[in-house]
């Protein structure tokens, strides 16, 4: 059996427990911080067999984990609980030394826990160089996790293609802050490395609920051509870019000629199932093997309900690659599609 600290987005956890559940009828889940970083244990089901599964298969709402390796006392002693991560990181001296090592530290609202990320971090680091590690923020072999809870500090150190994300706790972080015209432009830009699908790649989108631009403005920055459709109006720097066409009107209107886009985006702010009715009367529209990329709103109580129902509408069209809740879907999951030939 092999215990685990996983996390989902605010208010996702029991979804992602639920699902958890449902795969795996033998773990077992407690929660840590209300909502969102709960515990799993593995029961029967082999660590690696399990990682293995949700590695292939993404579960929707789990977001991140890592092996809790050790669960130790927490009190709000700095000394005491920088002592707790130091006798923790020698105890893996020989799988450190020489090894690129990325310290995550995360803690719980009511959690004890002395430090911020960055101090619990810091308190690691010297201990690491001493081991011959070499501490890196990102893309390293190894990561060394922390979780403070109320009352255990639990330690893990894994692969990152095991927490199924390499950011800590799976907050993707973009830095383009500045010049943005959404933050919606983020749930493209994370879709985007999560599915492992290269924006740049395609030559015409059509981009449904498209205003004020942010998705828009990042097809453009990877030169693809847009037709931008979207009642409202886009945002003025976008207005007269030689690759953007924007059509002043309801999605639900429209058609274009066959096999027109190789790429459909789909953010508009509705009722999922009239959002899936729209993009799959306009999948004729996409060339054979032309990707999707749709947010589905979770504006109904059962959240798994809604997204099996919507997989089985979509399905008719397309073929269905991924669904998955980013760090950036707030009330949302993102979905991934293929038109079928
Ligand atoms: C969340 S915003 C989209 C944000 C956009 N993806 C971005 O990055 O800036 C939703 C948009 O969907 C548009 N929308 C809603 N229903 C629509 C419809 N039937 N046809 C076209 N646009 C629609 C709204 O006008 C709104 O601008």
Redesign the pocket.
């Known amino acids: 059996m092999t215990d685990y600290i996983a996390t989902a987005n605010p208010g996702f956890a029991p979804y992602a427990m639920e699902e958890l559940r449902r795969r795996f009828p033998g773990v077992k889940l407690s929660g840590l911080a209300p909502g969102e970083t709960f515990k799993l244990s593995s029961g029967d089901i082999p660590g690696e067999e399990l990682i293995a599964s949700l590695r292939k298969d993404e579960p929707v709402f789990l977001r991140h984990l890592f092996p809790a390796d050790e669960e130790a006392g927490l009190t709000a002693d700095p000394e005491e609980t920088a002592g707790t991560m130091i006798r923790f990181a020698k105890g893996l001296a020989a799988k450190l030394a020489g090894s690129t090592v990325a310290v995550q530290v995360r803690k719980s609202p009511d959690s004890p826990f002395p430090f911020s990320s960055a101090e619990g971090r810091d308190a690691i680091v010297p201990a690491l160089r001493e081991l011959g590690a070499e501490p890196v923020a990102r893309d390293s072999k190894r990561i060394l996790s922390v979780y403070a809870a109320k009352k255990s500090l639990y330690l893990g150190l894994s692969a990152p293609r095991d927490n199924l994300s390499d950011w800590p706790g799976g907050a993707v972080r973009f830095r383009r802050e500045e010049g943005l015209?959404?933050r919606?432009?983020f749930k493209l830009l994370e879709a985007e490395r999560t599915f492992g699908l290269p924006l740049g790649g395609f030559v015409n989108a059509l981009d449904?609920?498209?205003?004020?631009?942010?998705?828009t403005s990042v097809l453009l920055e990877r030169g693809v051509k847009v037709t931008a459709?979207?009642?409202?109006e886009m945002h003025p720097s976008l207005e007269g870019h030689p690759r953007l066409r924007h059509i002043r009107r309801?999605?639900?209107e429209l058609s274009f000629a066959p096999g027109s886009f190789d790429l459909l985006v789909c953010?508009?702010?509705?009722d999922p199932h009239h959002t899936c009715r729209?993009v799959s009367e306009l999948a004729p529209a996409l060339s054979a093997g032309a990707s999707g990329i749709v947010t589905l709103k979770l504006m109904y109580r059962k959240p798994l309900q809604t997204i099996d129902d919507l997989v089985g509408e979509y399905a008719k069209a397309f073929e269905i690659l991924r669904v998955k809740q980013l760090f950036h879907n707030r009330e949302e999951v993102t979905l991934w599609v293929k038109r079928k030939p």
């Open positions: 015209i959404s919606a432009a449904l609920g498209a205003a004020p631009g942010g998705w459709v979207d009642p409202a309801n999605a639900a953010d508009m702010s509705w729209i």
